[in-house]
């Protein structure tokens, strides 16, 4: 590895040998063991409950002598929650504890055991199991000889441990003696791993984490970035409170990364994740190796040497009931570190879930809930990565009023009063713009109701000191604003006493709900005008004058099922309308509409949508609906915003039989936005599933335009799906039928 990067990868390579099993044996599994049906073949009568030994059979004999009873036949002894069936057995009814012989089942609250001889005591529940099968959810453990030692401990001689509860499993790991404490680990002596009948790896010495659920993963594929690569994963525990995830990637054009996540969670100081991914690239010209050199064995580019590295530290801690604290350090070294290439390349995921609002920033928050209001203390800097330089707070101060009733007036008062100490200055720097300021925002309301309608009226304003603004020559001035408002609302509502269930509707009586909004807002001009003023957080800064009536109206059709209100169907319509004065358009503005329709069960669909009244044209639009029968479902979605295109999206799902079911996914762009840019890509994906009892698999071939075609072979426990071994997997998060925002 080259000087100066963390040698994970050869760390990581080192421990393949011994981790890449670790699927074989996870924390899961797909069902609970399915017990033969001994009960039922007994000829028995019911049992009381019972804190003494109760046992009946078709012939039972008792010795005065040594308080022993035998019995034979049918033989059913029951103790409180522990139930035991045989063909013959003895008590000793002094200490409690059975011999028993030929197809003994024991059920009790920890296991169930199938063997041909054991010898078990009610009272503590410990005792020796010959030639058994215990089932512990989600394990299953066979061997010649298996001693319960104490509750969460046992001993197995010459058996297996897995997770299949067939009897001739589809794996297993076979063992000389193993020690088993339940719900934690099980030390195995002698271990060979079994594919079927088949033995693949062999260890004197293993121990498996009961408790965990250790995964391995190898993901290879190909895209336009890498070419060929294998990205290989492994997660652990190590120790109670630490999971550790090691990456130790290749990838054709770009060489080795590798890294690290650690995710932590102490007793006492609470919890967070350490993270570092480093590569040091020497990207090839072509997509492949092998054709860097063109026909005349000239090199068709130069290799471009990158060095790309992140570090990550998230903290939480909760240090009481009332208060918690928050810290992140984030340092991140990219060439194209402005367009956030290393998280868009190597980050797929992670780049799509926070788009360009990822947060870079280090700061730290401390928050503290007091009897009437919250207190927050914040530093927030963005000098650790400085091409992305941003606003920073040192600190920032702010404590909130929540609404609070003055005495018995019927007026409530609310306030928020932050100060905070703002600089910003761009990277590389040629301007520096701070301030010292202190904003106050306060409100007073009188709620109450006229006849049928809800008033709510509301005076206020906000006051702000800075010490300096963008005129450099005002400095130390207040900036004042008044603001006052009425809120205004009501319902009706009409009560229909129909029934039906036709279609699966299940209505149950129709209630239909109004609820009609008015607002009216006035805020006067501020005092001192914002575009006199350096722009670090609009809310406070950028404020003017704003002269309109705010409108809604909201329809609700309601039905009862299952004794609880159901929306059936739910239509919002807002907008504003700007008066005389306002800043920006007067007249109404754009409205938008939002529609819920669940008529049944197997139905479903949902529309949003915002309109333009001065440009005539929509801003966007987005569609969902669903519907699905007991085998299969179809999903049909649209997304539409005018600088973004236009988007279609379906999905169909099919389970063609208790073993096969397949997906079928497709995004299509239909337009594109106005400057000829779209966030959106044409996608294909084809999954076949298969049921491999306790395991399910996963084919996916997924073509995604711009990405090229990636092909992955997923296997996931039923139990746990979670708990997955790719062999494959997509570098990208797949996307999902509907709306995507």
Known sequence: ???????????????????????????????????????????????????????????????????????????????????????????DRTIQEVVAQGDVFLDTPQEQVMAQGLTYNFNDGTGEFRDARVFVDPYQVKGQKIVKVSENYMTLDEGYMTTCDLDEPHYRIGAHRMDIYQHDRAVVHGMKIYLGSVPV????????????????????????????????????????????????????????????????????????????????????????????????????????????????WRHKWQIDPNTNAVFQYYKIHDYDIVNNGFLKTYFPREYRQDAQNSNLDTYFLLTRNMPHGTLTFNIDTSRVNRPLRGIERLPEVQYVLNNQQIGKSGFYAKSSNTFSDLTYQNYPKTFNEKTLRFDSNNDIS?????????????????????????????????????????????????????????????????????????TYLYQARPTFPASNLNQFDPAIDDLYRIHQFELGLENKLQTKRNSQIVDLLRAL???????????????????????????TNWL????????????????????DGEIHGQNWSFSLGNRYTRYEGDQLTTEIDYIINPKWKFKIYNSLPLTFATNGNTTSARENEFVVTRDLHEWEMDVSIDKQEGHGTTFYVLFRLKAFPDMKFNLVNTSFQPSRPGTQN
Request: hydrophobic fraction near 35%.
């Open 1 to 91: 590895m080259r000087k100066g990067s963390l040698p994970i990868f050869w760390i990581a390579a080192g421990l393949w040998a011994w981790i890449a099993f670790l699927f074989l044996t996870p924390d899961a599994a797909a069902t609970k063991p399915p017990m033969p049906d001994i009960k039922g073949s007994f000829k028995k009568q019911d049992l009381k409950n019972s804190a003494q030994v109760t046992m009946q059979a078709d012939q039972v004999s008792f010795s005065t002598v040594d308080n022993k009873a035998h019995a034979k036949g049918n033989v059913v002894v029951k103790s409180k929650d522990q139930q035991l069936y045989c063909d013959q057995l003895q008590l």
């Open 201 to 312: 790896m062999y260890l004197p010495y293993y121990v498996q984490d009961l408790k965990n659920r250790p995964i391995v993963t190898f993901e290879p594929g190909e895209n336009k970035d890498f070419g060929l690569f294998l990205l290989t994963t492994a997660r652990f525990q190590a120790g109670s409170h630490v999971k550790v995830t090691l990456h130790a990637d290749l990838r054709e054009r770009d060489g080795f990364g590798e890294g690290f996540d650690i995710n932590y969670n102490t007793p006492n100081f609470g919890r967070g994740l350490l993270s570092a991914y480093y590569t040091d690239e020497n990207q090839i010209a072509s997509h492949h190796l092998w054709d860097l050199y063109n026909s005349s064995g000239v090199k068709r580019g130069p290799t471009m040497h990158h060095e790309r590295y992140r570090i990550i």
């Open 446 to 518: 009188h709620p109450f109701k006229l006849g049928f309608i809800q008033l709510n009226p509301h005076l206020g304003g906000e006051e702000t000191y800075y010490s300096r603004t963008a005129d450099l020559a005002q400095q130390n001035i207040i900036r004042g604003m008044f603001r006052g408002s009425l809120d205004m609302s009501t319902k009706f509502y009409k009560f229909w006493d129909y029934h039906t269930d036709f279609a699966g509707l299940n209505i149950n009586g129709l209630r239909h709900v109004i609820t009609p909004t008015i």
């Open 573 to 599: 319509v807002t907008t504003n309308f700007g008066l005389k004065g306002t800043t920006g358009h007067r007249g109404f503005n754009p409205y938008d509409t939002l529609v819920d329709f669940n008529p």
């Open 604 to 623: 479903s669909f949902h529309n949003d949508n915002e309109y333009d009244f001065h440009t005539g044209h929509w801003n966007s639009e987005n569609f």
